[in-house]
């Protein structure tokens, strides 16, 4: 699976930006999706999850619940994210990523299980 980042940019804090994240290759069709971001000198952390299947299911960071909401269109193999009211503290780079197992809800906010990551996409929000 070859996962295929985009949407970043720079924005005023309060705005929206929407990335995407289109999947191709063998299994395009991953289990589940996420999101993840690092900022500089900060380890990695979850934003957000979505299942593929049983009703696509979402899983949030604390830190972006009502904010952000992770979307995926299976027909395009594309997950999404769209983030609004943006802090400073969103700025990061922002890292799709897709496992093709079965994993168990608790471990979808871990990295651990994710199979296949993509080239990140930089986010700077400015105050």
């Known amino acids: 699976v070859q996962l295929q980042a985009s949407g970043g940019g720079l924005v005023q804090a309060g705005g929206s930006l929407r990335l995407s994240c289109a999947a191709s290759?063998?299994?395009?069709?991953?289990?589940?999706m996420a999101w993840f971001r690092q900022a500089p000198g900060k380890e990695r952390e979850f934003v957000a999850a979505?299942?593929?299947?049983?009703?696509?299911?979402?899983y949030y960071a604390n830190s972006v619940k009502g904010r952000f909401t992770i979307s995926r269109d299976n027909a395009k193999n594309t997950v999404y994210l769209q983030m609004n009211s943006l802090k400073p503290e969103d700025t990061a780079v922002y890292h799709c990523?897709?496992?093709?197992?079965?994993?168990?809800?608790?471990?979808?906010?871990?990295?651990?299980?994710?199979?296949?990551w993509g080239q990140g996409t930089q986010v700077t929000v400015s105050s």
């Open positions: 290759g063998r299994s395009s069709n991953p289990y589940a």
């Open positions: 979505i299942r593929g299947n049983g009703g696509g299911m979402t």
């Open positions: 990523a897709a496992t093709t197992s079965l994993v168990i809800a608790g471990l979808l906010s871990t990295a651990s299980p994710y199979n296949y």
